[in-house]
């Protein structure tokens, strides 16, 4: 990995660990990063990763409801 560094206002209250959790787990909402990729940057293990996934409002299904749908009519 490279490293990034990122400047942040002093009143916006979070720590580097945070940080990098909440990018995981956009990043891997946003198809940029795989499960275990996003797990990594967050520095935790694939499962850990997949239970806080939630708190960012992101699914561990990562699907688009248009694909569910085009499967869906093809039975």
Known sequence: MRNLILTIPE???LNEREAKR???AK???AGKLSLGQA???AELSKVAFAEILA???????????SDI???????
């Open 11 to 13: 009143n916006l209250d």
């Open 22 to 24: 909440f990018l995981a």
């Open 27 to 29: 990043l891997f909402e």
């Open 39 to 41: 797990a990594e940057l």
């Open 55 to 65: 708190d960012y409002n992101v699914s561990l299904f990562n699907y688009p409801a």
């Open 69 to 75: 749908i085009k499967d869906a009519a093809q039975f």
